[in-house]
């Protein structure tokens, strides 16, 4: 019995032997390095988007509404005759609010009248328009600028430069800490974008109290950049 009983432990410890040389091997073969490499591209915008908005005041608020629609309906009307396309005109926030009088009771304060506001969102693709646009709109009935933005009408050429970017700033990373380490870099095994960061717009924000108060607006659109990251792995021979 003791004789038959040393074959089967021989094999019993080869077989274990076998997956702990396998391992090693394993785990020399997926040797790699990460490396996040970040690429920008910048350009001077070629559109913008702003908010335009009526605001109303009325002892009631069915006055207040009426007024207020009246003035953004002649405001839209203008945007259209110069040159602003349906598909570039949206109504971006509509409100009837109570005006309190806080002087005489705090706690339980008398309303004296409504406000009404309409505001739209406008996108401009001719910039050189924009600050016209912006001076008839208010000329027209609106009082209030809240914003403006810009951005780009067809933003891809910019990310592909940056993306370009990204990947050779990640390579040359790669390149650098193995030579660094004394070790010699291998083949790419992936690639994978990190995030593509969304033009960052300039904000201009006014109020707009007289209609001639927009007269000769002066507009600058600047530069407008996008960011891209990436990540590699590399195997390290």
Request: charged fraction near 20%; charge should be negative; aromatic fraction near 4%.
């Amino acid at each position: 019995m003791r004789s038959a009983l040393i074959p089967a432990a021989a094999l019993i410890v080869a077989g274990c032997a076998a997956p702990a040389a396998s391992a090693a091997d394993s785990a020399e073969a997926v040797r790699t390095i990460t490396v996040t490499g970040e690429g920008r591209a910048a350009a001077a915008p070629d559109m913008a988007s702003i908010n335009i908005g009526v605001r109303t005041e009325a002892p009631n608020a069915a006055a207040a509404l009426r007024q207020n629609s009246a003035d953004m309906t002649a405001t839209i009307k203008k945007l259209k005759e110069l040159g602003v396309a349906d598909k570039d005109i949206q109504t971006s926030g509509l409100s009837i609010n109570p005006r309190y009088d806080y002087e005489k009771n705090r706690s339980n304060p008398e309303v004296i009248g409504f406000t009404a506001s309409n505001n739209v969102t406008v996108r401009l693709r001719d910039l050189s328009k924009a600050g016209s646009v912006i001076d008839q709109a208010v000329q027209s009935g609106a009082n209030s600028l809240n914003g403006i933005s810009f951005s780009f009408s067809d933003p891809e050429p910019l990310y592909e430069e940056a993306r370009r970017d990204a990947v050779a700033d990640a390579k040359g990373k790669a390149e650098l800490l193995t030579d660094a380490a004394g070790v010699r870099l291998g083949k790419l095994l992936t690639i994978q974008e990190g995030y593509a960061q969304a033009p960052q717009p300039k904000m201009y924000s006014a109020r707009m109290e007289m209609a001639d108060a927009a007269a000769n607006v002066p507009m600058e659109a600047g530069e407008s950049e996008v960011n891209v990251t990436v990540s590699l792995i590399y195997a390290i021979e």
